[in-house]
């Protein structure tokens, strides 16, 4: 059985993840999202919320694989390992992405020699979304339904209550 888990914050899902859960998901016989906790940043949504909203948008795809939800603390690798597998799947949007994650699977690669990142090109019409924007678009009360599913339009606007009084 072919499994990838695909890793990252999540904070919160978009358009752009989905697209590559479904590429991943006509590849994989099973993805593993995998919500990464970093108490170095400071996200929008809990763990949890995050977990919450990717299995709404998990439901609503339908998608003809298992897709997992899980959430893990401290090294990818080890979070591999401890599950037996060895195929990570990123996003990739545009080259600016690329030097990053090309330094992130390096070290992976370093840490663990069995692991293979591999890489999936979103489509052009998601690839310039990301949670940060749509973080920051939400909290002016700009419109974000085209970057976002609904469920995650109307956590923000919740979310966005909270924090813009
Ligand atoms: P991280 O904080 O680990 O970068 P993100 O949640 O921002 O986590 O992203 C997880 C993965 O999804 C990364 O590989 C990222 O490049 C990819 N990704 C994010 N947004 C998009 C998008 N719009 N199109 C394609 N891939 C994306």
Redesign the pocket.
């Known amino acids: 059985m072919r499994v990838a888990v695909?890793?990252?914050?999540?904070?919160p899902?978009?358009?752009?993840?989905l697209?590559?859960l479904k590429r991943g998901a006509a590849i994989f016989d099973k993805v593993i999202v995998a919500v990464?906790i970093?108490s170095a940043?400071q996200p929008l949504f809990s763990v949890d919320e995050r977990k919450q909203m990717i299995e709404e948008s998990i439901k609503q795809a339908n998608y003809k694989v298992p897709i997992e939800v899980d959430s893990f603390e401290g090294l990818l690798v080890d979070y591999l390992r401890n599950k037996d597998i060895h195929v990570i799947l990123?996003?990739?949007?545009a080259i600016s992405?690329f030097e990053?994650?090309l330094q992130v699977a390096s070290i992976n690669r370093k840490l663990a020699k069995d692991v293979e990142t591999i890489?999936?090109?979103?489509n052009n019409m998601?690839?310039?979304?990301?949670?940060?924007s749509v973080k920051e678009i939400a909290k002016y009360g700009g419109d974000v339904t085209d970057l976002v599913p609904p469920h995650v339009v109307t956590a923000l606007k919740e979310k966005s209550a909270i924090i813009t009084p």
Do not use: A, Q
């Open positions: 695909y890793p990252g914050s999540f904070d899902i978009t358009y752009g993840h697209d590559i990464l970093n940043k990123r996003g990739l949007r992405d990053y994650e890489f999936l090109m979103t998601h690839s310039f979304i990301s949670s940060g």
